[in-house]
């Protein structure tokens, strides 16, 4: 029979750290100090063989579950709706309102998690991202690689843009908003890559941007891609995206990954008519939320 244990020592984090992300392992290690992170472990015969790691918001109003793993060969076995559970009644107890557990679909065990979510009565996935992989070889064969910037436009990088302009985005979103929430740049700045973040100014003003991200030696991710509403039909976006692969593939980083948000409906429709056939493969990252 299974056991439950709540992991809140730093010698037991040793133990449990392979049932989650190496992205969370530092955080895992750090449940002595830090309460906003909650880990219960699964073992059968002092085996560990299961996990769950949740951090808490620091208003402690909601959290999030980061990783939820049970080892393949006790499966079915109940010990996933166990750290499920009990890792909400521990987040009810500490006050939160509401848990959200995020996760991208093309690996085993989705169909599973998502079965496991129904049951314990949480709201059914909503689609977050397309997430696209892809090599800049392959992705240098489809047309629309041609795209050319008009002179009217200035391409810079990101790094580059200036405190006034960043001002006036701030100044012009509170006004008259025109920047999806999920799509602000400043969310995406940190460890941002310098080497093809780029921004768009035309007639003075900034009016997009792609932000990029190093996740391995050998890929960057293109995090934010956004073009001001009424250039996006002028392929603008999908131009200033052009020139960040051409800069990425100058110096032979081979691998992309393109994250584009389901409400950016533009990059969306253009990755599912344009970009899917010089894709490698690509995943969703969805999201279930449950309320106490």
């Known amino acids: 029979m299974y056991e439950l244990t709540r992991i809140n020592k730093f010698g037991q984090t040793f133990l449990y750290q392979s049932l989650t992300f190496p992205l969370f392992r530092s955080k895992l290690r750090t449940v002595e100090l830090h309460k906003s992170i909650v880990a219960i472990g699964a073992s059968y015969l002092n085996k560990p063989v299961g996990l769950v790691l949740a951090e808490i918001s620091k208003d402690c109003y909601s959290a ?17 709706t166990a750290l499920l559970t009990r890792i909400e009644k521990v987040l009810s107890l500490r006050g939160c ?6 996760y991208t679909t093309g690996r085993s065990g989705i169909l599973e998690l998502e079965s496991l979510l129904r049951k314990c009565n949480w709201t059914p996935p909503e689609s977050r991202r397309l997430i696209c992989h892809t090599t800049t070889n392959k992705i240098a064969k489809a047309p629309w690689m041609k795209l050319k910037m008009p002179s009217s436009y200035q391409i810079f990088p990101w790094v580059e843009i200036t405190q006034a302009e960043r001002n006036r985005i701030e100044y012009q979103q509170q006004q008259h908003p025109w920047i999806d929430p999920d799509l602000v740049p400043w969310k995406y700045e940190k460890k941002l890559e310098p080497l093809n973040s780029l921004g768009l100014r035309y007639r003075g003003q900034v009016v997009g941007w792609v932000i990029t991200h190093r996740i391995g030696s050998d890929t960057i991710r293109y995090s934010s891609m956004f073009v001001r509403k009424d250039l996006q039909k002028r392929a603008r976006g999908m131009t200033l995206v052009v020139n960040a692969i051409q800069l990425q593939a100058q110096v032979n980083i081979p691998k992309c990954v393109f994250s584009v948000q389901i409400t950016n409906t533009a990059m969306s429709n253009f990755v599912k008519k344009h970009m899917s056939p010089y894709l490698t ?3 969703e990252s969805r999201k279930s939320l449950k309320t106490f």
């Open 97 to 102: 309102q509401e848990v959200e557990l995020i």
């Open 64 to 80: 999030e579950v980061l990783s939820l793993f049970v080892k393949p060969n006790y499966r079915g076995q109940g010990i996933g």
């Open 281 to 283: 493969y690509f995943e």
